[in-house]
């Protein structure tokens, strides 16, 4: 685990940093929150970091990341649809983002959050 959190806080390389925080999350779940919210802020080459961080955020749920999952909504489909899956098992909070996320000003979010919940397109 100290190699990973190494790896996660000082390699170069996105790739290397996304498979970092990974396996943190799977070593050290309940530690790695702060990590998992860092990891969606974070800009990275195809957006290796953030999805690691998103796909973490689905494997382990925390309501508490829901409010960076929503902030992040905008930059890319895979956010959407992580607050959908979180929604759809019953997080109250994830429900409330969503339902957000749905009148957000910007129509690609609208797009995707539809698509995240099988609204499919607006008319």
Same mark, same amino acid.
């Given at each position: 685990?100290?190699?990973?959190?190494?790896?996660?806080?000082?390699?170069?390389?996105?790739?290397?940093?996304?498979?970092?925080?990974?396996?943190?999350?799977?070593?050290?779940?309940?530690?790695?929150?702060?990590?998992?919210?860092?990891?969606?802020?974070?800009?990275?080459?195809?957006?290796?970091? %953030?999805?690691?961080?998103?796909?973490?955020?689905?494997?382990?749920?925390?309501?508490?990341?829901?409010?960076?999952?929503?902030?992040?909504?905008?930059? %890319?489909?895979?956010?959407?649809?992580?607050?959908?899956?979180?929604?759809?098992?019953?997080?109250?909070?994830?429900?409330?983002?969503?339902?957000?996320?749905?009148?957000?000003?910007?129509?690609?979010?609208?797009?995707?959050?539809?698509?995240?919940?099988? %609204?499919?397109?607006?008319?």
């Amino acid at each position: 685990m100290e190699l990973a959190g190494r790896a996660w806080e000082k390699d170069s390389s996105d790739q290397v940093r996304a498979a970092a925080l990974t396996a943190l999350t799977r070593l050290a779940p309940g530690s790695s929150r702060e990590a998992v919210a860092a990891g969606l802020r974070t800009k990275s080459y195809r957006e290796a970091i %953030q999805n690691a961080a998103i796909t973490a955020a689905v494997q382990r749920p925390d309501s508490g990341l829901v409010a960076e999952l929503e902030a992040i909504a905008g930059e %890319q489909p895979l956010p959407a649809m992580a607050l959908a899956v979180l929604a759809a098992r019953g997080d109250a909070v994830a429900k409330a983002a969503v339902a957000r996320l749905l009148e957000d000003p910007r129509s690609w979010v609208r797009e995707w959050v539809r698509e995240a919940v099988g %609204q499919g397109s607006e008319g």
